[in-house]
C-alpha cells in the first residue's frame, strides 16, 4: 500500500509503462499489422454476400436434412468472422515464412477462433456438458496461445507420460487423439449421414440394398476415422498387434449376441426378406418395419408401440410378410345364418355388403362360400381382399361386419345363437308327482 501512494514508485512504473508502448505498441510492424488487420476486416465485409450464397447452397438442397439447414443458417451470420480468420490465418502463415513481424495478428487468430469455436458449440452442439467442456478448452487454448505459453504448456504435458515398449503415452499424446477421434467421428457421423440422404433419393435403389449401403458406408468410415485418428497422433497401429488375439476373444466372448444381431442384419438386407415399409408378423407382434436397425428391427404396430425386435429372433423364428410379393391380402371372415334363411340371398347380401366397404378391392370380386352346417347355424365364410394392410385388418373387418349385420337386419336375415332345451324327467314318489 505504501508503493502505491510513492510518488517515486509510481513514476518509475509509468517510465517503464511508457517505454513498452514505445518499444511494443507504437512501433511501425505494431502499425502495419493493425492496418492490415482493419483491411482484412473490409475484405472480409465484401465477400461475405457470395460467402453467404456458397453456405447456403452446400446446405439447402433438396432433401437436406434439417440440422443440416440449421447447420447453414447458423454459418450464414458467421460469414464475415469466418472469412477475416481466413485472410489473417493465411497472412500469418505468409509473415511467418517471410520472418516478418506478426505476433497482433496472431493474437487476432486466436481470439476469433475462439469465438467462432464458442458461437458453433453453442448453436450445433445440443448437450450442454459438450458445450460447456469445448468453450472452455477454446478459451483457454486461446489464452495459453495469447501469453505465449501454449508451447511450454505442450511441453509439460508431454514430459507427463509412460513407456509401454516401443510405445511411448503422453498427457499431450492422450488429449491429442481424444480430440482427433472426437472431431474425426463426427465428421464420419456426418459423411455417412449426407451419404444416407443421396443413397435414398436414388430411384432405382430398393430399400433394403439401401439400408445395406448405408450401414456399410457407416461402419467402413467409422473404422477410417479410428485409424487415421491413431495415426495422426503418431501412435504405430502395428504395436496393437499383440493385443489383438485377446482383444478379439474378449469382444467374441463379451458381445456374442450383439455380433451375432449384427451379422444376421446385414443377412437379412442381402437376402431383402423383408425392408422398411412392409408388414411383417412375428409370434404375437402384427405391425409395419419401420426401419432395419444395425441390432434390432423396428417394428410399429396399430397401437402406436414400437417393438424392437432383435435380427437373431427374425431368423430364428417364423416371420409372416404379408406385403413381400405384393400389397394384396386375402381377409377371411366367419358368419352364422339361421337354417331357415335363403341362403342364396344371404350370399349375395355378404357380398353386397363387403363391396360396398371402401378398403376392399374390385379387381379381386368377395366371395362367400358355406362352409358346413354348425350346432346352431349354416356356417358361412365371407372372403376379401385388401391392398393396405398396413392400415390394420381389425378395422376393415369390423367395417364389414358392421354392413353385414345392417344389410341382415333390413331383409330379416337372422343370425342364431347358441340354443340348449332342457327335458326333465319325473320319476314316481318325487316331488314333481307330489305337486
Known sequence: MQ???????LEIQAVALKDWLLAEIFVLSTLGQVIFILLAFFAAYLVRKQS???????????GADNWLTKAGDTLCPLTLPLAWLLILYMSGLVAGF?????????????LLTAWI????????IPNKTWSNLISVAAWIVAALNILHLLDPAMAFLDSLGITLGDLRISALLVIKGMMSLAILLWLAALTSRLLEQRIKALPNVTPSLQVLVTKVLKIVLVIIALAAGLSIVGIDLTAFAVFSGALGVGVGLGLQKSISNLFT????LMDKSIKPGDVIEVGATYGRINSLGGRYVSVITQDGIEHLIPNEEIITQRVANWTRSDNNVRVRLAIGVDYATDL???????????????????SQPPKCLVRGFGESSIDLELRVWVNDPQNGIANVSSEIYLEVWRRFKKARIQMPFPQRDLHIKSEPGSLLDTA
Open 117 to 124: 469455436i464458442i458461437r458453433l458449440t453453442t448453436v450445433l
Open 98 to 110: 517471410a520472418k516478418a513481424p506478426h505476433h497482433l495478428i496472431t493474437v487476432t487468430v486466436s
Open 52 to 62: 453467404m450464397s456458397l453456405i447456403t447452397w452446400l446446405t439447402h438442397w433438396r
Open 265 to 268: 442384419g446385414i443377412l437379412i
Open 3 to 9: 508503493k502505491l501512494i510513492d510518488t517515486k514508485f
Open 344 to 362: 342364396p340371398e344371404a350370399i349375395r347380401i355378404s357380398i353386397e355388403a363387403a363391396e360396398s366397404v371402401e378398403r376392399v378391392i374390385s
